[in-house]
């Protein structure tokens, strides 16, 4: 179940991340932060809501270390996609989706030393190398072309996008019920949740921050319905499919398999983007599928 809701979140956020590029030659970076989660709250209300008509469930207890997490993961999405969406403007659309990937990485080294993370041998090899494919495919021209400012922004982006993985997942393990007929709520309802929770906080922070000191970016997306629409939807689905897998199984093997993005991401640069694809992005590819077969064994 992890495996298939992890593919559905790559394959989702690889055309969020194409729109999110498209809009931001025509937007600010906070408005098209802001386009991820403008229409992604009805959607996920909805989606909760049809959760408990399918199977109901009673409702959690939100204790203040749930909001702890929410708020923290809330804030480091909204940075760590503000620091993608820059990367998209200085570097090419798979540049940017790829540098932004070190999150597994990271992810797996802030979970082992600070959130209890387990990892196997085979586990930290699929992490590695996953890694490394990451970067050969993010470095088309090699490590001297790219600037210090892309790379800074790049891993910090990652790193970012980890502590918003880690505390999600801490936040959905959280959600319990009072009733002792059952051990906790459905993994599906406890996502949804904290997914209804962490969209919701961030929609708040960032129409209330535009709505007093740039109303002109909240009217570019207003004129953009289209697109902004197509970047909420595709964000919901994704996130969806991403705090659902990571309520299931460890961040790191959750991110390191969700690196196949980078396939749906190239696939979608060549047909849609019109972007050539390199020679050595073959061996990326190969280096990302075997990093998945060893996550997936383990």
């Known amino acids: 179940m992890w495996i298939a ?3 559905l979140a790559a394959f989702m956020q690889s055309w969020r991340n194409a729109f999110q590029s498209q809009l931001s030659h025509q937007v600010k970076v906070s408005g098209v932060t802001l386009a991820r989660f403008i229409w ?5 209300a909805l989606y909760l809501f049809s959760l408990y008509q399918f199977q109901p469930s009673e409702l959690p207890s939100f204790s203040y270390q749930f909001y702890a997490f929410v708020i923290g993961a809330s804030l480091m999405q909204i940075l760590a996609t503000g ?6 403007q200085l570097k090419n659309f798979a540049v940017g989706a790829g540098l932004a990937k070190s999150e597994a990485l990271v992810a797996a080294i802030l979970g082992v030393l600070f959130f209890g993370t387990s990892l196997s041998l085979l586990g930290w090899i699929g992490v590695i190398i996953g890694a490394v494919a990451v970067m050969l495919l993010s470095t088309q021209r090699g490590v001297k072309r790219l600037s210090l400012n892309t790379i800074v922004l790049g891993i910090g982006s990652g790193v970012a996008f980890a502590f918003t993985s880690l505390w999600v997942r801490e936040a959905s393990l959280l959600l319990m019920t009072d009733s002792a007929m059952y051990d906790s709520i459905p993994f599906t309802h406890r ?3 904290v997914l209804l929770s962490v969209i919701g906080l961030q929609t708040l922070i960032l129409v209330s921050y535009l709505g007093i000191k740039d109303r002109a970016t909240l009217l570019a997306l207003w004129h953009r319905p289209r697109l902004t ?3 909420s939807v595709c964000s919901c689905i994704a996130s969806i499919g991403w705090f659902s897998a990571m309520s299931l199984q460890a961040v790191p093997y959750v991110k390191t398999l969700g690196q196949i993005e980078v396939f749906f991401t190239m696939l979608i640069s060549v047909f849609w983007l019109k972007q050539k694809v390199k020679v050595n992005e073959i061996l990326g590819l190969v280096l990302i599928a075997l990093a998945a077969i060893l996550v997936m064994w383990t």
Do not use: D, N, Y
């Not at 992604?40 to 996920?44: K, M, N, R, T, V």
């Not at 620091?83 to 998209?88: A, G, P």
């Open 5 to 7: 809701l992890t593919i």
């Open 40 to 44: 992604a709250g009805p959607i996920a």
């Open 83 to 88: 620091l993608m969406v820059k990367l998209f």
């Open 191 to 193: 996502a949804a949740w």
């Open 229 to 231: 629409l197509s970047i």
